[in-house]
């Protein structure tokens, strides 16, 4: 079993940053690929990036360049740094772990946080 807990959304101007953390409980989190993914208002969740066991990383177009993913296996926990926001990446953001490898297909993570809301004004 493993437990996700995110921190670090909030409000900001367009063209800020901020930094999400998740908090993963149990010994095993060397083990899980992480990954996140968004939710807007009326849209389905999406896919924005996920990263190995071994710290490889892979990103939706939309935010190359601007989010990075990263992980600290020693702290038990994922990370999202997110600079260049615009209004289009507000929503809600969740981490969520896979055991059998990085994907960007929701349903192979097994476990999710509860997410946390970043909203970025224009």
């Known amino acids: 079993q493993v437990q996700l807990v995110e921190s670090g959304g909030g409000l900001v101007q367009a063209g800020g940053s901020l930094r999400l953390s998740c908090a993963a409980s149990?010994?095993?989190?060397?083990?899980?690929?992480m990954g996140w993914f968004r939710q807007a208002p009326g849209k389905e969740r999406e896919f924005v990036a996920t990263i190995s066991r071994g710290g490889s990383a892979v990103y939706v177009d939309s935010v190359k360049g601007r989010f990075t993913i990263s992980r600290d296996n020693a702290k038990n926990t994922l990370y999202l740094q997110m600079n260049s926001l615009t209004p289009e990446d507000t929503a809600v953001y969740y981490c969520?772990?896979?055991?059998?490898?990085?994907?960007?297909?929701?349903?192979?993570?097994?476990?999710w946080g509860q997410g946390t809301q970043v909203t970025v004004s224009s």
């Open positions: 969520a772990a896979a055991r059998y490898g990085s994907t960007s297909y929701s349903p192979s993570y097994e476990y």
């Open positions: 149990g010994r095993t989190f060397n083990s899980y690929a």
